[in-house]
C-alpha cells in the first residue's frame, strides 16, 4: 500500500516537472518571437534607408533628402551635432544677408533722393485723392516709406535676403505705372525711376549671387555630411544586426534540439509516412525538404542527379522537421489545388514542367525503394 501511494506520489511529481518544463519551453519561444519581431522592425528600417537613400541618389532633386525627416534622424549618433552646426550656418549666412542688405541701403538712398522720387516716399492717400478704384487696380501697395520700416524692424517681420526688398522697390514703381495713365507725370517718373533702379540693381547683383552661391555650396557640403553620417550609423546598425540574428538563430536551434530531444522517438511506421510525403511535394517544396536534409548531413547531395535518401539514417531532429514541413506543405499544396481546379477544367496540351515534376518525383521514389530493398537484404 505504501509503496504504490509513494509510486502514485512519485509520478504526479515527475508529470508536475514536465509540466514545467514544457512551460518553460513555451516562455523561451514567446520571448524568441518578440525578439524576431523587434528584429523585423530594425530591418524594415534600415531596408527603408538604403532603398530611400538608392532613389534620393538617382534623383534630381538630392538635397535635403536626408535631412528632412528629423524625427527618424534623432537616434543616430551625431544627429545632434550636426543640428548645431546647422544652426551656426544659418545665423552666420543671415549675418553675411545682413551686411549685404545694409550695403543695399546706399542704392535705395540714391534713389529716394531722386528728385522725381517724392511721390513714392509715402503711401497712397487713397481717400484724399479720391481715388475710389485704387484698391481694385493694386492689388498690393507699396511705398518706400513701408520698404525702410520693413528692413529696420526687429520682431521677425524684416526682410530676410536682399531679393525680397528689390521685389518691393520694383512694385513701387510698377504701381504707379499700372494706376496712372502713359502720358501722366506719375507714370513717366515712376519708368525712369525704376529703369535707374534696375541699372543700380545690376551691378549690385554679383554680391548677391557670390553670397547665394557660398550658402548653396555650405547647404550642399552638409547635406553631404548628414548623409555619411547616417550611413555609417546604419551600416553599424546592419552589423549589429546581423550579429543579434546570428543569435537568435543559435538559440532557436538549441531550442529545436530541446524539443526533438522532448519528442518520442519516430517509429518506422512513421519514417514510411514521411517518405511517402515526400513523394507527393512539388519540386520546390521537395527541394526545400531535401535542403532540411543537406542541413545536418553535409554529404548529402541534395541537387544531384541521383539521389540515394535512407530515411532510418537521418537524425530525429531531420526526421521531426521532415514531418512537420511535409505536413504543412502538402495542405498548402491541397488547398491550392483545389483553387486551381476550377479554372483548369479544359484539356490542355502535355506541359513539359509537369513531365520534370513526374521525373523528380519518380527519382524519389525509387531511392527510397532501394534503400529499402539494401536493408532487406542486409536482414
Known sequence: MEEELVTGVGDVGIEKMEENKADDIGHQVDDLVTKVEKLEQRVNEIEQFYLTSSKMQSSTSQKSSFVKDKDKGKHIPGFKKHQQEAARREAAAAKRMQDIMRQFGSVLRQITQHKWAWPFMQPVDVEGLGL???YEVIDRPMDFSTIKNQMEAKDGTEYKHVRDICSDVRLVFQNAMKYNDDKSDVHAMAKTLLEKFEEKWLQFLPRVTEEEKRREEEEAEAQLSMQRTQEAAHAKMARDLSNELYETDMQLEELRETVVQKCRKMSNEDKRNIGIALTQLC???????LDIVARHNPSFQSTAAEIDLDINAQSETTLWRLKYFAKDALHQQANNDATCEVSNKADSPV????????????QICNALAKTAKKRNQKS
Open 283 to 289: 519540386p520546390e517544396d521537395l527541394s526545400k525538404a
Open 351 to 362: 506541359n513539359p514542367i509537369q513531365t520534370i515534376v513526374s521525373k523528380r518525383k519518380t
Open 132 to 134: 475710389r478704384d485704387y
